[in-house]
């Protein structure tokens, strides 16, 4: 989950900083941390991110302008270090930022803005701490629901479903190896504890009872029909 504004100037990194306008906002997620000196800055922008300047966009007379093309651009905050070039806040971009609620974040002193992208990238390329391993269940759960689960276990797998317990459990298998590594038989040899000539034979049978193997939108349904039957008796 991104981080919000507000989140990020809790980091060490921006320790002093003061939030002069659009404190309504400061819950947005910030998706980069930018370090711009241009005043058309709000071409480039994807949108959802914090801009770090040393104020140089605000020394014309444009710099209600400046404010309000980043807040239209999408821009989720500009923060600036007010100790060289600039040193007091344009009260025409301050007033910009309040009309557009637009996060106006000052530092009075120096800071390292390579210090702050690398902490605000390193908490936002952070992953989840309880990331969920990627699952089916959602649409498993749903076929199972509605009463279709078997007609589309059926549909996926028929032929295979209908050989013998120890043939069949053998080529689903099989099957669930190849589409863990894209149809890369060497490593489903390896998963599987067998030769690489018995994994091609098998897919050779499976080929001629499920038919083409290829498209991803069949090796999908493949999958599911895999998850669903997990379980099932014999």
């Known amino acids: 989950m991104l981080p919000t504004l507000a989140e990020l100037l809790t980091l060490p990194a921006f320790a002093g900083a003061e939030v002069r306008s659009g404190h309504a906002r400061l819950g947005t997620p910030v998706t980069w941390v930018h370090v711009s000196e241009i005043s058309d800055a709000a071409r480039f922008l994807s949108g959802g991110e914090l801009l770090l300047s040393t104020g140089t966009p605000l ?10 093309s980043l807040a239209g651009g999408g821009a989720h905050g500009l923060a600036l ?18 009309e557009t609620d637009f996060p106006l974040i000052v530092f009075g002193h120096e800071v390292s803005f390579a210090e702050l992208t690398r902490a605000a990238h390193a908490r936002i390329l952070r992953p989840p701490a309880a990331a969920a391993p990627p699952s089916l269940s959602a649409v498993t759960d749903a076929l199972t629901e509605t009463g279709r689960a078997a007609g589309f276990v059926a549909s996926q797998l028929g032929a295979v479903l209908a050989l013998p317990p120890r043939p069949r459990l053998t080529l689903l298998g099989t099957l669930e190896a190849l589409l863990a590594c894209n149809f890369n038989v060497a490593e489903a040899a390896r998963s599987l504890g067998v030769r690489r000539q018995t994994v091609y034979y098998r897919l050779e049978q499976l080929r001629a009872m499920l038919g083409e193997l290829d498209d991803p939108r069949r090796q999908l349904g493949l999958l599911l029909a895999l998850e669903l039957s997990k379980g099932r008796e014999d």
Not at 59 to 68: K, L, P
Not at 86 to 94: C, K, S
């Open 59 to 68: 020394t014309g007379n444009d710099a209600g302008v400046y404010i309000r």
């Open 81 to 98: 270090e007010l100790v060289r070039e600039v040193r007091e806040l344009p009260q025409a971009a301050l007033e910009a930022a309040r």
